[in-house]
Structure formats: C-alpha cells, structure tokens
C-alpha cells in the first residue's frame, strides 16, 4: 500500500506542533538506533516517562485534551466518556492531568467526568479491588496511554475494563508510529518478509471496534523535522517508514 500524502508544518493543527517541539527540546524523542521489542531497529525513540516537569506535563497534557475534543467531534457515534483511564503506570499522570486540563478548557461538559486506574497488584486491605477512583462498572471509559507497538496492553485494558462492568469506547495515544505488525521470523530471525499489515492500532480498531486516536504520527514527526532537523535523521526516519508503513 502506499503511502498518502505526507504533512506539512502549515498543515499540522498548532497544538501537534507545540507538542512536538516540546518532545524534542526536552530529549522525550531522541534520534540514534534502538532496539524495540519486535527487534526492530528503530532510528528514534519516545519516552513519556521523561515527561516530569510542570512544564513538560502541562504540554502532554494539553495536547491530549485538544486530540480528545477533536476525536470526539470527528466521530459523533462515540458516547461522551463517564471516565478517563490510564493503565499503570505511565497513563496514570496521562489521564489525570489530562482530565484536568479538560476541565479547564470546557468545564460545562467535563465537570461531571472522572479518572481511574488500575493497580498492578489487587489490594486485598483497606478499599481492596485493583482499580483506584472511579468505578468503572456501567461507564463508557476513554483510555489514555503513552505509545502502542504490539497492542498487547491494549487488549489487556479492554479486557480489565470489561471485567469491571465498563465499557471502552476509545483509545488515545501520544505518539502513533503507523507501522505494521512484526512478522512472524522477524523478531527471532530480524528477517521481515515485506508483506504488507495493519498496525497495532488497526488491529484494534478492526477486533474490537474501537476507535483510535493518538496527539501526533511518525508523519508528523517527519514534517515537524525539516527544516529544523538533522537531515540523516530525517533520511533515516523517512526509510524507516518505507519499510514498515501499516497497510491500514
């Protein structure tokens, strides 16, 4: 399948763009080569974890509530969420201040909506249960989370949610890498046999039904990057893409 029209800065809604130039200035996407957990090598990296400043949280934060007002209005089927969940740990920060940073943006339409959590380890004291704030039983529940590779943790949120009575209506992630799924020699052999796939996220939304967003793409990133960039970044980024772009 090939690839669409690629963005550019003067197509790239503000926010993606602040976001983005928070990421870098920060070294939350940092270039080299690293090794994920398909065995790819990856010529870029993103950590949410590194965003732990007032500043830094602030500017995730904002991107994730300008990407769920925007979702939520492109997909009117959509329930408005009763909840913000952030799957342990790193959606934890993710849903909270993003919940916050809602209110404060529209405060009439998310006053009324809660965050949770879920605990790694079931607490059998005090409150018990594994799941920290609200109930999830009988509520629509919109998931926050950081970057999805295989999907794996996304199966298992949709899986825990339901367990808990609720019901998840969408997934929202910081950093979508539209790449295809790994084959099944190349984690083993690092041999991709070059047959097209979905993404993780397109396996998800054809599974389950569940819609997907995320606050930029590698596509972004690309566009973001010219100009501003290292230009063997930016060429190792764009081969990157041509070699593992999602069909879907």
């Not at 329930?79 to 993710?94: R, V």
């Not at 799941?131 to 825990?160: F, H, P, Q, W, Y």
């Not at 190349?186 to 041999?191: A, C, L, N, Q, V």
């Not at 990057?225 to 970044?233: K, P």
Request: charged share 20%; glycine share 10%.
């Amino acid at each position: 399948m090939a690839a669409p029209t690629q963005p550019t800065t003067s197509t790239i809604p503000a926010y993606k763009t602040a976001f983005l130039q928070s990421c870098l200035s920060a070294n939350v996407l940092t270039f080299g080569t690293y090794t994920l957990k398909s065995g790819r090598q990856s010529p870029y990296f993103f950590n949410a974890g590194s965003f732990h400043t007032s500043s830094l949280l602030s500017a995730i934060s904002t991107a994730y509530a300008h990407t769920i007002i925007s979702f939520l209005s492109s997909h009117p089927s959509i329930p408005k969420p009763d909840i913000l969940f952030g799957p342990a740990y790193k959606g934890i920060p993710l849903a909270c201040s993003t919940l916050l940073e809602l209110f404060r943006l529209d405060p009439q339409t998310w006053s009324s909506v809660s965050y949770s959590f879920n605990r790694k380890e079931i607490k059998d004291h005090g409150e018990g249960g594994g799941i920290v704030g609200a109930s999830l039983k009988g509520k629509n529940v919109l998931v926050l989370d950081d970057v999805i590779t295989a999907g794996t943790a996304m199966r298992e949120t949709i899986k825990l949610v339901a367990n808990e009575g609720g019901k998840v209506v969408g997934f929202v992630v910081a950093l979508d890498r539209v790449e295809k799924m790994p084959g099944p020699r190349e984690k083993e052999e690092g041999i991709d046999n070059g047959e097209p796939r979905m993404s993780a996220m397109g396996q998800i939304r054809q599974e389950f039904g569940v819609q997907t967003a995320s606050i930029v793409t590698l596509d972004d990133l690309i566009a973001v990057l010219r100009g501003v960039g290292d230009e063997g970044d930016i060429v190792r980024l764009e081969e990157y893409r041509r070699r593992y772009f999602a069909s879907d």
